[in-house]
């Protein structure tokens, strides 16, 4: 039976294809497609980690101290029979012949199956049993892990199988960039808002993605077809030819829509009045400055440093480390500013995976309000200085920028200026090479807002973070699923934020920005320019569309519609109104 289920539409397009249910704690597994002739080695590989499991589970029981309690030979007996269950290795089998899944993949699809029949039976006894099961894969992945693939992990869509959409509960930012690239042409997740941070690499990724989906991975079954329209925040399960030729239609109309407007790339981005646009791309890896590149960009407005940082069991990346990377992305751009923001840990992007206690401790009692980029570097004093010489040794290499995330007090930018110096007094005594770089700060709280002109006595330039800033205006966690309708970016406080965050700098003729989801939604392109901003950063994928904005509008009969919209209790629909009835005809140019 065909149902829908909605969520926050987070990436733009149709995607079609099977369910593949990943439990957040197996997001790391390898998922790679093997070739035919690869299927019965791989299935000797599952064997030969079932065996290993085997001998370790026999061991374990062998070896078991006479005061250990009576249950754990039987536990043990109990996950020996499971591991020999045709239920998990036959059907793991399965998925490698008939889908062509590498081994550690058929495995957690396998136990994707298996756990939620157990959580439907009605005896508590054998429910809890899905424990046990768990215990036994992960022993196996282990197993099979240590055995290393046959194939690397980064092996590519197999061209016959059919497309496959990812459905997950949750997925750590960290964790989401693992999936770039890879097999999945779609994401689904129970959780997330808009601008939460997976849902920002989700759209970085440009696939089709609805996050917030509340139920979906639990309505949802292992390799179920699925329509995601990442348009309409929708996921249809199980459509209905009809609804599938629909959505088919659809699709053609979005990637033919997406390729002439591909075509605008190398166009200046210029208003019909003249006003020169600054179009910059936001990425989270070395890897995405050719795809800024590609799409257009003429510079990174935005490269999150963090996620260099996340997921490294707590090792952190070494000064030589971080300076390759960057230095990467500096030459990638042939000369073009790059904008590097130095760490944002804490809140949604932690350094590791952490339990909510984990992450309290680590963070603070609220994690968005304590212990969060800028405060993390300052509180860590020698890791941030290592950040910032890695920065200023790749900044011999072109055009860089150095953004102070969250800053809130005029403290905190006296310190990174000291820490700034430091670093570079500490890389002249030891011979290398650097140039000044600008120091700017991201604007993202409301107490930053006010403070514009006194910031930028102290610094080169700001960038406005607007996900943050509409957080910590309405007092909306920018994750949570259970608050996203009010998590308003037309709401009047935070366009009237914005306005004088833009006003502000113009008038200290320092350099403003958007770096937050706004800059790329279409819907904001004209209320920004009026604003005054002449600079936006966004994901890549974004560019072409909001160029395609530029260039039909006329800034000087834009400007005129500000006033009341900002005065509006309403500003969506007053700014709808004034751009319906006092827009003439304009002539765009040919695309
Ligand atoms: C923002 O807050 O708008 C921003 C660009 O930073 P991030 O999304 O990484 O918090
Ligand atoms: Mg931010």
Request: charged share 25%; aromatic share 6%.
């Amino acid at each position: 039976m065909s149902i829908q289920v909605f969520g926050q539409a987070v990436s733009r397009g149709i995607a079609i294809g099977r369910a593949v249910l990943i439990a957040s704690s197996r997001v790391d597994v390898a998922h790679y497609y093997i070739d035919e002739s690869r299927v019965e080695p791989e299935i000797d590989r599952l064997r030969q980690a079932r065996d290993v499991v085997a001998t370790e589970l026999t061991t374990l029981k062998r070896d078991l101290p006479i005061e250990a309690p009576a249950e754990l030979p039987a536990l043990l007996d109990v996950h020996l029979m499971l591991l020999h269950d045709e239920a998990l290795t036959g059907a793991t089998k399965q998925w490698i012949r008939s889908r062509h899944y590498n081994a550690e993949w058929a495995l957690s699809a396998q136990l994707e199956v298996m756990a939620r029949q157990f959580d439907e039976m009605d005896d508590e006894y054998l429910r809890e049993r899905k424990a046990d099961l768990e215990q036994v894969v992960e022993r196996m992945l282990r197993a099979l892990s240590r055995a290393g693939p046959l194939l690397p992990a980064s092996a590519g869509v197999h061209g016959t199988e059919d497309p496959l959409v990812l459905i997950a509960n949750d997925i750590a930012p960290a964790d989401m960039l693992q999936f770039k690239g890879s097999v999945f042409s779609g994401f689904v997740t129970d959780v997330g808002g808009k601008t939460s941070h997976s849902a920002i690499v989700a759209r970085s990724m440009d696939i089709p993605a609805v996050v917030g989906a509340r139920e979906a991975s639990r309505l949802i079954r292992q390799d179920d077809w699925i329509v995601i329209d990442g348009d309409a925040g929708v996921v249809v399960v199980d459509p209905s030819p009809i609804v599938l030729e629909e959505y088919r239609f659809r699709q053609r109309q979005s990637e033919l829509e997406r390729a002439r407007l591909h075509r605008l790339r190398h166009m200046p981005s210029v208003t019909l009045d003249g006003e020169t646009v600054e179009l910059l791309a936001n990425i989270e890896l070395p890897r995405d400055a050719v795809v800024a590149v590609d799409s257009g960009a003429v510079g990174v407005g935005l490269f999150r440093s963090e996620f260099l940082f996340m997921n490294r069991g707590g090792e952190l990346p070494s000064e030589d480390e971080q300076f390759e990377a960057y230095r990467g992305v500096v030459e990638a751009m042939h000369g073009l500013p790059v904008t590097i923001r130095t760490v944002d840990i804490g809140a949604d992007k932690p350094l590791d995976r952490l339990t909510i206690h984990e992450l309290r401790h680590e963070y603070g009692l609220n994690p968005a309000l304590g212990l969060r980029a800028i405060r993390w570097s300052l509180a860590e004093p020698a890791m941030f200085r290592q950040q910032l010489r890695a920065i200023l040794r790749a900044s011999a290499f072109g055009t860089v920028r150095v953004l102070l995330p969250m800053v809130a007090q005029l403290s905190e930018i006296r310190m990174a200026r000291e820490a700034l110096a430091r670093a570079k007094q500490q890389l002249s005594e030891a011979g290398h090479a650097y140039k000044d770089v600008e120091l700017g700060a991201m604007i993202e709280v409301p107490a930053a807002v006010l403070i514009v002109p006194s910031i930028l006595r102290e610094l080169d330039f700001v960038s406005i973070g607007t996900n943050d800033l509409i957080q910590y205006t309405l007092a909306i966690d920018r994750a949570d699923e259970a608050v996203a309708k009010f998590y308003d970016p037309w709401h009047p406080a935070v366009l009237q934020l914005i306005a004088r965050a833009i006003d502000a700098a113009n008038c200290a003729g320092k350099h403003v920005s958007i770096c937050g989801e706004m800059a790329g939604d279409v819907a904001f392109t004209e209320l920004l320019l009026a604003m005054g901003l002449r600079s936006f950063s966004m994901q890549p994928s974004q560019i072409s569309a909001v160029k395609q904005r530029i260039l039909r509008a006329d800034v000087r009969r834009l400007v005129p519609r500000l006033p009341a919209t900002l005065a509006s209790d309403e500003p969506m629909m007053e700014w709808t109104r004034q751009i319906h009835e006092t827009s003439g005809p304009t002539v765009a140019p040919a695309v």
